[in-house]
């Protein structure tokens, strides 16, 4: 990648370490220093000063009769303590004179004496190894200068010259000793510990593991007792509790606090407070804080000189940096290490190993990605990091029982099998268990109970500031950036290092406040409140706190305003729930007691949803099953295991995620810190010396190379595509799933209030006529009135409604049927005396139709798919059991005499013209029964047997009015859409046609084949055209399919059933499959999970629904989006406001502009170091550098430019393609190698125009090379007074600001560049302020950057010399200036054809960015270095 900087670095050091390109003034003999200040005048006495250099100050002392001290000042007698200004105190100085080495001096002058103008003499200074140099030329040229003789000893120039020292970099000299002494006491200290540690455990065997599974709260009966078996289970519970598995286990060891390692682990953390105190004496003692030494040259230090001081610190910092990374690599561990380990039985603490994984799979993350994947996993296994590791303190009960809280779960230590685990305490199992525990628990079981469970509240230790602190700032490159800081703090770069520290901690803060903002947010989410529940306890109604409910308890269900705080199940008596905030259903839902029947078993599952009461939801109405008597239903979960529960441990405990994007980004960093390295060895070859400076060059490369912004800037992307993303009404709860959204390639989609309205509308029914040749249908009604007399009392009767005030609630398709009636219900057990407790009336009003008296009702069951109800009709007294559900559901159980010969036909029809279809059977009931016999009968009673069908009802699903326009958008955007239905097949291919997710090509009409399982045989699967109903092979099916792909045919889309699609999965069929199916329906929740799943094997994968039934699948999912502020789609990575999908449009819309926007900050921070390194290089070779003000505007444009480029807000319209994730993909590498190319072919250029100005254009630039064998490089900032750092200084500038522009360039994802006015704003006026700099005559702002400067004279000489009229004295002009000439001014014409230079090389950049890389070279990259890209459908 770097290849033709290193070749450059070879040839200009090819030649005894210098170019055959520079040897500085070789012509020009020594240079001349001009313009020196000469120092003051001393003299043996007053007297003998020099008239002319007489202060006034010093003379008016004299005439007052006062006496003139060593230190200038005048008093009537000097003390002794006075500070001489006339003497070399510091070691290793003496004045220049040797003969006035000796004796007391007086100064002639003062500061304060106008009347001395000073002295200005011209020198040769030749070129010396010392770091201070010798004074000697200046007092030379100055005693040649003046009109006075000083070489009497009386008169001498204030001039000391440092006494050349032979520097010890003996490594044991005592300098070195601190460094030494703090690590070896602390590796004394922790060897002597790990003796005593590994001395005390080796008794403590491995038995005293114990590996158990993650507890998980979905749960199955069992009745095994988990106390009787092996201690490496697979399933853990009590005898009365059930538990279910994952398949990542967790380790347990038991650890004691041990006094010893509380001092050892002490130690560790006093020595790094040491090492950043010794750090910051080095820092300080280089700005003189200790020694009020300056570090321009006059004065001494603790550590003796700078060059020793420097290999302290360089010593140091790197003991410190390797600390600290050893500090990490063991922080998981560190606390059980400085524990000690003992039998778990015995333990204080328990150490909780568990497996890290990343849960949700990448699809075509490509070879390197995969590589790293796999590197990372063999790692982790050779330095057994592959868990993830957590210390748990061990608390105990009143009763003495010791636990454990891990992940909201309580483990419970059991003696008899010597181990921690959960408990969940399981209800039932049977419905008429249920009955029979309505008895409630009595007081010391529900103790015991609470000791095993723990408290029903979701416990999760909450973070405090410090530890969130210490969690933020730990991070591996929080050390990279904190040891780059210090780099720049001790080098004379604090100005840059205060303000990048201020942007890194105010940025780690600000994450800090957010992350404790979500915490307190979970966590009001996950409290319960209320003034308490009343529970059947011994025998008596008492009330409780909520925290004190257990599985179990017997409690009154009342309406409230508070949510409900467990889970239960209705035993007597219903009620009406609002689960919105749960499932995001908007219309209430009517919950019903189990029925005392032995032969059904209660399971915490959609089979008996209707009968369960979850925790979050609100009771709005109780309906007792006898006036006066409560309510009642049995506590079957509490805490964490509740529903809610389970969404508070998702948002806690997120699966987490990788990307090609991240992965990548694991191989960048290595390489630029390689690159780095190899930076640093160049560096210190180029600057021709191997001491401690050339380290801090290096350093400075490599902090720039990888820039410690670069975390910060990647994020910034999604962090503002977040803002945008909520001011529009959706809100994302994971930052990263941003940019993995901006690849999404598959869109799932649920149908009914996603694609289609909430709500059903009631069209009509279609009934059953008797006629002579057998059944047949009706014509389809819409009227009432006019519905045969069994299907309006199957309207009136057979649903779930129930009243609440004055309006009906239910399940929205039997309040739809319901309002259809326009009947009044009254409430169950009133205005009826039949003696059958549960009686409902419903009174009609329409056709003069008889009250009707609903006896029993049964609710509707996912896995019968219909409802029952036990009707009587108060007229002629008959009975009638009145069933409802799905056609194929009561056709299988309806008489088949009683069947049109079309119904099957006639129902598919329906369903394909978009439509519901629910079907009516009744069975009436002998007259021999009694009501309440009748009342008494069983379920499977009244559904076997002599059920007649009776019609169908009809109810249509409509679109949403946008839902067309917004799958379109997204088909034109290149995502495949797909539908994942629970509804009915034929409906799912009806809506997917009208929404245009099913459409035709200029080959024609599109052939859409159903596939449903043999009814005679469950694994195997039929295929049907639905044109003509005609069945097709597989054979041929597959030969359509192959022929369709290729483009050449008529299009053809498969829709499978949920029981096909599993058959197809087992017999290994639906992968290949997969994208030809667009709809998927009949699915379970379950099923709509696996099938996002195999999408995910194969592409980039998102789902949208409502945030119920499909709230699995939206976890599940790379990216899911819950159109519903209900609680539950807080598992979903994204929850939109408003319920269109259109908000799926716009978050992609989001995240392609995000991810694009990562990979230009990306790419301008990786261009701003190599254009830093390239230049760099050129200029440690000239041995020139930049003003600090430079550099400040160097690194304080950065942060600017990188933040308003994420400015830049999506494209209108999303384009067909994705933009790239791969940091080391074709694209992205041509784009940033030839960008870096270009860049050093113009730095080049422009060192070559520079140095070709020594023979053209009145060679001006003749003998006017600076040549750092004269200067001390440890001052940098002295080495930008020179036209060599001047030039380079603009160019890099230039070309780093150009870079951010050149990135901004891309109007596929992201609005055109001109329209980012913010960028536009920060970039002009960065160009603005650099053109004047190039541009400009001396003046004070070109001075305050050391570009086209000079002193007075020196501009004065260049005036006279070359006819120029700049200004000679202007605010801010500098009175020293480090170089011979005393200036560095260009001459206009040359700076003309410089800033046309940084002009041209933002053109060439523009044109190969746009022209090239972002046209022919993604087409040639694609063709020369393909990627297995997945052909799909959109």
Known sequence: ?????????????????????????AQCGVPVKMDATCPIVCARSVAQCPKALLGATIAACVTTGLTVCVDGSCRSQCPASVEPVCVCA?????????????????????AADTNILPINVNYTDPPSVLYDKPNLPVWKACQATANFKVSDGNVVFNTCNAVPQTRTKNPLAPEFLATYCIMSIEVLIL??????????????AEKDFIRIQEYSPTSTPTSKNPFERDVELQDIGSSSSTSNVDMDGLRFTGYRTDPIGVIANMTVIITSFIWMILLAILVLDYYSAFSRFNFRRDSDLLFNDHELLSTVFIVSWHFVLVWFLGLKAVQERSESYFGRRVPISEATLVQIEKKVVDSVAIANMGAIAEFVRSFEARMRRFFRAEHSVSMIPVKVTSNGRRYIEFECVRYVYDDRAGRFQPFTFSVGPTFADLHQQVRGLGSSEAHD?????GPNVIAFPADTFYTALVKEFSGIFYIYQMMSLWTWYYYAYYYMGLVLTFVIVSSGLSKVRVFLQSQRRVLSMANFSGSGVRVLRNGSWVLVSTEDLVPGDVIEVVASTHVLPVDAVLVDGGAVCDESSLTGEALPVVKFPVKNDPSLTYRRDDSTKSNSLYAGCFVLETQPAQKGKPVLAIVTATGAVTSKGRLVKDILFPSKVSFVFQEHLKVVFFMLILWGIVMLVLSIILLGTTGADAWFYGMFTISQVLSPLLPAVLVIGQSVASERLAKKGILCVDLDRITLSGKVKVYCFDKTGTLTKEGLNFLGIQHSLISAGGPKFGAVLNDFGSFPTPIRYAMLACHSVTMVGDSPVGNF????????????????????????????VVYPTVNGDPDLQILKRFEFVHSNAYMTVLMRDPSDGKMYAYLKGSFEKIRD??????????????????????????????????STISVSEAASLARSTLEKGGINFIGLCLFRNELKHDTADALEELRDGGCRVVMITGDNMDTGVFVAKRCGMIRSNEFGEVLVFKGDVDPKDSAKVIWTNTEDGSVISQSSLSSLLAAARLGNYRPTELAVTGKAFNALLTA????????DTRVFARMSPDDKVMCVRLHMEKAITAMCGDGGNDAGALKAAHSGIALSEAESSVVAHFSSRDRSIFSCVELLREARCALDISFASYKYLIMYGEILAFLGLIQYYFTVNMSQAMWILIDGSTVPLSWALTQAVPAKRLARTRPTARLLGPETVISVVGMIFINCIFGIVAVVMLYGERTTNGNWFSCQEFDGAYYDIRRWWELADNFEGAVTGILIVFQIVHAAAVFGIGRVYRSGFFKNVTFMAIYGSILVLLSVLTLS?????TCAFHINCGTSAAITRLNQATGTKYAINFWGQPTEYYTFSGHNILPMQFRLRLWGLAMGNLVVLIAFQWGVVLTFGRAIAKRQWPQTRLLYKP
């Open 1068 to 1075: 290994g069929s639906m992968r290949n499959l997969l994208f």
């Open 893 to 926: 159980i309806c008489e088949p005499s009683s069947l049109p010969g079309d119904a099957e036909n006639n129902a598919r029809f329906h369903a394909s013209e978009g439509c519901y279809v629910l079907a009516f059977a009744r069975k009436e009931i002998p």
């Open 1337 to 1341: 005559d001396p003046n004070a702002l």
């Open 191 to 204: 060897f002597i510990y790990f003796l005593i540690k590994i001395s005390r455990e080796r008794n403590v």
């Open 449 to 453: 109970r609470t000791e095993l469970v």
């Open 813 to 840: 398709v039997d309040v739809e049927m319901f309002r259809t009636t326009e009947a009044r219900l009254g409430r169950p057990g009133e205005g009826t005396d039949l003696g059958v407790p549960d009686t409902t």
């Open 1 to 25: 990648m770097h290849a033709a900087i290193v070749a450059l670095a070879a040839v200009l050091g090819m030649v005894e370490g210098r170019a055959f390109l520079h040897t500085p003034n």
């Open 90 to 110: 510091k070691t290793g100085f003496v004045l220049a004179d040797a003969s006035a080495s000796t004796g007391t001096w007086l100064p002639c002058s003062t």
